[in-house]
T-cell receptor
Framework: DGGITQSPKYLFRKEGQNVTLSCEQN?????MYWYRQDPGQGLRLIYY???????QKGDIAEGYSVSREKKESFPLTVTSAQKNPTAFYLC????????????FGEGSRLTVL | AQSVTQLDSQVPVFEEAPVELRCNYS??????LFWYVQYPNQGLQLLLK??????LVESINGFEAEFNKSQTSFHLRKPSVHISDTAEYFC?????????????FGKGTLLTVNP
């Protein structure tokens, strides 16, 4: 099946630990995105990448890092510097000739204990 | 910069009643407009989009939205809702010039359809 695969679906971590969320796509889309979703807050953009080996900060990049070594992969690391990391994280991809239409993964729910 | 305001955070309705979910946007440039739907613990799915042409756009499951440039609105409507329409709905806007690869979302409207 074509689409966006996020893993793990649920993740628990202790304070002070880094954690990496995986996002893989087989849609051959150039652009990939990471959003954070909190209740009542909508989606807020963390990082996005338009091409391989390039990425830009979104609105809430502090405490997060990304890499884009391959077109199909865009992992997100939540570092210990992120003060409130418990949230639902969504990865998305957008096609070339950008129109704003995004395809989303099923999400990863991170809980910090 | 663009922004999206969804005027209602929650909309409860009875099955088979009509519904309108309101969305207003702010932008200094021409825009593309979207409605996405999210079912519990899932990602977002595109419901419908306005890119150009007819200001009235429709989805395959009976929703429609009308782009009103003068009122900077893109309200979502359905004449008769089903229990299965219960979900959170997000309005979103992007720059139609293509120079901005970012999609800006509203905070969402939770539609609850009761029997």
């Amino acid at each position: 099946d074509g689409g966006i695969t996020q893993s793990p679906k649920y993740l628990f971590r202790k304070e002070g630990q880094n954690v990496t969320l995986s996002c893989e796509q087989n849609l051959n889309h150039d652009a990939m995105y990471w959003y954070r979703q909190d209740p009542g807050q909508g989606l807020r953009l963390i990082y996005y990448s338009q091409i391989v080996n390039d990425f830009q900060k979104g609105d809430i990049a502090e405490g997060y890092s990304v890499s884009r070594e391959k077109k199909e992969s865009f992992p997100l690391t939540v570092t210990s510097a992120q003060k409130n990391p418990t949230a639902f994280y969504l990865c998305a991809a957008g096609q070339s000739g950008y129109t704003g239409e995004l395809f989303f993964g099923e999400g990863s729910r991170l809980t910090v204990l | 910069a663009q922004s999206v305001t969804q005027l209602d955070s929650q909309v409860p309705v009875f099955e088979e009643a009509p519904v309108e979910l309101r969305c207003n946007y702010s932008s200094s440039v021409s825009v593309y407009l979207f409605w996405y739907v999210q079912y519990p613990n899932q990602g977002l799915q595109l419901l419908l989009k306005y890119l150009s042409g007819s200001t009235l756009v429709e989805s395959i499951n009976g929703f429609e939205a009308e782009f009103n440039k003068s009122q900077t609105s893109f309200h979502l409507r359905k004449p008769s809702v089903h229990i299965s329409d219960t979900a959170e709905y997000f309005c979103a806007v992007s720059d139609s010039g293509g120079s901005n690869y970012k999609l800006t979302f509203g905070k969402g409207t939770l539609l609850t359809v009761n029997p």
